[in-house]
């Protein structure tokens, strides 16, 4: 079972785009995630604050492509006082960290059991690594849900802060490893 890095046969994925992308009916069973997708994706989008990378079945040409998971990433900066400490020692010192955030993600209750969850991870690590050859960070971080969906990341290597388990990091070198 080697790690899904490829789009799976049958799927696209790209930014949402509200005039190609149907958000109708997505349902992941986290009403937050749905109604991120709903009402506030495309405005992140548009304000520069997020992106969200969708991904879709294929649609006839005169239809919208409908969206089966999506992604969304954007960067944070977080306090010294906050960052775990074996990563104070990448920080430098600085007061505050740089670091780039998988602030959402979600797959429709359809289409589980196809690994797309770890599609989109993967998805989203590679993408942090081509930010990261245009803009310093060391870390990926990401906020799991509940502590249901917190192994689904420890088992790619992302560690839980201290004092926050539901919030994870990956140093960017692992995520390198990871995806050689």
Same mark, same amino acid.
């Given at each position: 079972?080697? !790690?899904i890095?490829?789009?799976? *046969?049958? &799927? *696209?994925? =790209?930014? @949402?785009?509200?005039? !190609?992308?149907?958000?109708?009916g997505?349902c992941?069973? +986290?009403?937050?995630?749905?109604? #991120? @997708? &709903?009402? =506030?994706?495309?405005?992140? =989008?548009?304000?520069d604050? *997020?992106?969200? /990378? +969708?991904?879709?079945e294929?649609?006839?040409?005169?239809?919208?492509s409908r969206i089966?998971? $999506?992604?969304?990433?954007?960067?944070? *900066?977080i306090?010294?006082?906050?960052?775990p400490q074996?990563?104070?020692?990448?920080?430098?010192?600085?007061?505050?960290?740089?670091? =780039?955030?998988?602030?959402?993600?979600? +797959?429709d209750?359809? /289409?589980?059991?196809?690994? @797309?969850?770890?599609? %989109?991870l993967? $998805?989203?690590?590679?993408?942090?690594?081509?930010?990261?050859t245009?803009?310093? #960070?060391?870390?990926?971080i990401v906020?799991a849900?509940?502590?249901?969906?917190?192994?689904? $990341?420890?088992?790619y290597? #992302?560690?839980p802060?201290?004092?926050?388990? @539901?919030?994870l990091? %990956?140093p960017?070198?692992?995520?390198r490893? %990871?995806?050689?």
């Amino acid at each position: 079972m080697g !790690i899904i890095v490829e789009t799976p *046969s049958g &799927y *696209s994925i =790209q930014p @949402l785009d509200t005039s !190609i992308h149907c958000r109708d009916g997505f349902c992941c069973g +986290v009403q937050s995630l749905d109604h #991120f @997708l &709903y009402t =506030q994706a495309s405005q992140a =989008q548009k304000k520069d604050s *997020s992106t969200t /990378h +969708v991904l879709c079945e294929p649609a006839n040409p005169a239809e919208q492509s409908r969206i089966v998971g $999506y992604v969304t990433l954007t960067a944070i *900066s977080i306090p010294l006082i906050d960052i775990p400490q074996p990563l104070k020692r990448i920080a430098g010192g600085k007061p505050t960290m740089i670091a =780039q955030l998988i602030a959402r993600m979600a +797959v429709d209750h359809r /289409h589980r059991r196809k690994r @797309l969850g770890e599609f %989109l991870l993967m $998805y989203a690590l590679n993408c942090c690594l081509e930010i990261r050859t245009m803009s310093a #960070f060391p870390v990926v971080i990401v906020d799991a849900k509940d502590e249901a969906v917190k192994p689904f $990341y420890t088992k790619y290597g #992302f560690t839980p802060f201290p004092d926050k388990p @539901l919030r994870l990091y %990956l140093p960017i070198d692992t995520v390198r490893k %990871l995806l050689e």
